[in-house]
């Protein structure tokens, strides 16, 4: 075939060169058109029969499967009818109603009608048409039958045999009864004991009905299903009993049709085989493929005569095109200097192939240099593209066309921000002035100036600007190169003020610097090493060491020098020099000077003068001798000192302490080198508010204040500036005494003298309102005898009597506390001592709301004490505990309790008297407890106490040979207990 086609071909293209292509298109078109449609005609008629069977047996087959489908659910539905009417509570109420007897003589019941137990047709409307249906008794008998059929069952049927009962119980058994094929279903309705109460039993004649009602009347092209009888091979059951009745042998219809589509099947234990088949008659068959194999024979002959007819518009739509393309290709060959050809009337095709085999030849030619030309840009575009100078070109107007990465990157200006702007979008007015005057003047320029990146962040840039001109020397675009000289500009700077630097350090050390070659050379040198040769440092450069030194020096050089070089290493050493005369002794530091590569190409000379540190270093051990022997009883005096010693810096933080101060923290002195002074001693976050030392450190003044540490304890401290060569305070010295013991004998005294002074002066009020107080009780006594004791009067006399007494009580308690008593102890109720300032202070504690209750055994045991020391803790205690309630609870509440509790005890065998004073108030915090007996801690708020108080009280009760104990919990509670030693 394919040589066929390229033959045809050939022989169109090789019939005259002259002839136009048109011509030659259509009859090959023709030919072709031919020879395809009689090869086609050949082979497809034979493949589409071919095709034709097997899409047919195809289908048969998946038909058959379908018939199959449909009969097996038919058949599965003449089961489920029976399960669905015996579930039926019609059916179930009915068999209750029935009392059908033993007696073997009884008439069945035939029934031509739906039957009473039939349940609602409905139920049964999707399923198949029911021809006879038995109803038996418990023990097999039929009572009644159903028929909507109008043959009648074989006799057998009407007393089914108990075998044929069970072949067909709760299944679909097949079977032959007097010769005709039946399908039989039997369901049973049990009692609760599992007996069978009734059977029903649904019988379906296998005939053309039964096959027609489950298939159809037809298949495809006319096809006809049977059910054949595996026995005889004889039709059972037709779809089209005219042509293929019932007993037709299958044997006798291979002439007239073809048979396809065979499926046995049987069911449970069924006795008869059955086989569906599909009959096509044979003429139907040869007509259909006949007329198939017309039709495609026509529809291939109009394809041809189309493909003809679009091949020849194809054709003629190519030659023009073809005869337009010689045109333009002509055109563009005469452009090109290439030769023609005229067509004339020769082959367009041909004509074409000549003139594109010119143009091709001329074309490589012009393509290989054009490559070369194009390989030559590429490598310029990657150099622009990659090149770590900035680039951009413009039009004769200044206009952006292109910039390069590097661009972007050290302008931070993006491509597509800038390509279409004017160049002054991206650069400065100067910048911008520089390059307009480039283009006016159509000429080169170069220099450096200063530009500024999208972010407004200034750089040194290197700058050339430069035309881009035609071939007619025109300028059509400028080029504007910029590189980033920042770093250099910076590097260049660094390294002239590093020159500089390295240049004053050389000339202003009063040390001898040098640096000579390897032979000995002097290359540099400063002016103390030219004033030690005697000379200027411009003489010596160039002069070799051999012609400057001494014999003796130069040798000691020359041995260190070869040193250096052999070792590679800096070497020290003293070198002994005579200088006018004078033995002189240098220290000499000598190092290798290396070039870029790590070589060593010379020797750098550091000398210095220490004859006189040479001389002062005997004096210096015999002065550092007697510093330490100094330093030491220095220290051992300032450790000896009672009072903390501390040295402060002006952000008070610890240079040195003495071994009190520590000790006082139980640190080490150089663990608190560094710490800050307010955070170790007053456990503060910021500076004491009253700070001796920075008054101090401000007015170059000795200055002098007492603090409480955080562990309640009083400290003088007074801070002594210490200054420098300058006059200015760097530290200050600072100097703690603790006087909590000598303030507390002061307070005591003052507060003795204190209380000396109100006794006094309450003795004398109340020796003044002692006498009035008498005469008022004993007027009041005569008035109450004069007067009738039902009278008003006569009880407002009592109530006088009584007030009056009261005041006298408050009086003689009064004068018993103020009395003098020269500090001596005796024994002492301590029944009355209570009551005595308890009667001070009740009218103030009723009228404060206070609910005091008193637990106190009238025969409580009297003890050694200052009566007057002993009722100053009373009232120390009561005050405190009123306070305390009055905080709490500021007016009257049932829980503002005041109870004072007394009793005898034993401590460590000794008998005791305990006072507990309890009250409700706002109690202590926990870890303030252990403060409570500080001097002047306190934690009434400032004005509202002294701190004294239980101090005071404490060192009482000590002296007393006693306990005064504190029990508190912070807002509940706060419990005081005295103990005194019992009077023996």
Known sequence: MKTLLKLTLNICFLINKKTTLLKKMLLMNIVVGAVLLSILDYYQTGNLEKLFNQKLQEK???????????????????????KIILSQKVFIDYIDKQSWSNNDSFQIKELNEIPPWFPDPSLLRSFMHVRYILLLDRRGKVREMYRDWPASLPDSLYNPSSLLRQLSHEQSFMTKVDGSPFLLTAESLYDSHMNIRATLMIISPIDDYFLQSSQGDEGIFGNIITLISGEDNKIVASSNTDLLPVGTNVDSTKDSYLIMGKSFFDYGASDLLLQLTSFISKEEYRKLNKEILNRERIQRGITAIVLIVFFGFFTLCITISLRELNREVKKVSHHLGIRTIEMENKNELYSLKEQYNNMSDEIIKQRNALEKETEKLRKLYHA?????????????????????????????????????????????????????????????????????????????????????????????????????????????????????????????????????????????????????LGKSADEIVGKNEVDLLPPDTLDQVRTIDERVIAEKETITKEIIHTLKGNELTFLSKRSPFKDSDGNITGIIGISRDITEWKKSEIALKESEKKYRLLSQKFYTLLDAIPDKLVLLTPDLRIQWANK??????????????????????????????????????????????????????????????????????RTVMEVASDVTEKIALQAGAMNAGHLASIGEL????????????????????????????????????????????????????????????????????????????????????????????????SDLTEVIADQQQLQQVFINVINNARYALNEKYPGKNRDKKFIISGEEIILDGAPFVRLTFHDTGTGIAENVKEKVFNPFFSTKPFGKGTGLGLSISHGIIKDHKGNLIVDSKKGEYTAITIEIPKNQ
């Not at 109530?799 to 009056?804: A, F, H, M, Q, S």
């Open 384 to 532: 622009v593209e990659q090149s770590p100078i900035s680039i951009i070109i413009t039009d004769s107007e200044g206009t952006i066309e292109y910039v390069n990465p590097m661009f972007t990157r050290l302008t931070g200006f993006e491509t597509n921000e800038i390509t279409g702007r004017e160049l002054d979008a991206v650069k400065s007015e100067k910048s911008y002035k520089t390059f307009k005057d480039s283009i006016a003047s159509d000429r080169e320029w170069r220099g450096e100036m200063r530009s500024e990146k999208k972010n407004g962040d200034l750089y040194q840039a290197f700058i050339f600007i430069s035309p881009i001109k035609d071939s007619n020397n025109v300028s059509t675009h400028f080029l504007l190169i910029e590189e980033d000289i920042t770093e250099r500009k910076l590097i260049e700077e660094e390294m002239i003020r590093n020159y500089n630097l390295l240049h004053s350090v050389i000339e202003g050390t009063t040390d001898a610097i040098t640096l000579k070659d390897k032979g000995g050379f002097y290359l540099l040198m400063n002016h103390v090493a030219a004033d030690m």
């Open 660 to 729: 009190v101060a520590a000790q006082s923290l139980n640190l080490s002195e150089d663990g608190l080198i560094g710490k800050l002074c307010f955070e170790l001693w007053y456990e503060r976050t910021s500076p004491c508010e009253v700070c001796q030392t920075l008054r101090s450190f401000e007015s170059h003044r000795v200055e002098n204040d007492q603090h409480i540490d955080s562990g309640g304890r009083i400290w003088d401290v007074r801070a002594f500036p210490i200054y420098d060569e300058n006059g200015e305070v």
């Open 60 to 82: 048969l087959i998946k038909q058959a499967e379908e018939h199959r489908t449909h009969l097996d659910r038919y058949i599965r539905y003449n089961h489920q009818a029976a």
């Open 762 to 857: 309450s003795a004398g009020v109340a020796h003044e309102i002692n006498n009035p107080v008498n005469s008022i009780i004993n007027y009041a006594q005569l008035i109450k005898d004069d007067i009738e004791e039902v009278s008003n009067v006569h009880d407002y006399a009592d109530r006088i009597l009584d007030e009056g007494e009261r005041i006298a009580n408050i009086v003689r308690s009064l004068l018993s506390f103020a009395r003098e008593r020269g500090g001596e102890k005796s024994s002492v109720n301590i029944n009355e001592a209570l009551i005595g300032v308890i009667s001070m202070a009740e009218a103030k504690m009723l009228k404060e709301g206070i609910l005091l209750e008193l637990n106190l055994p």
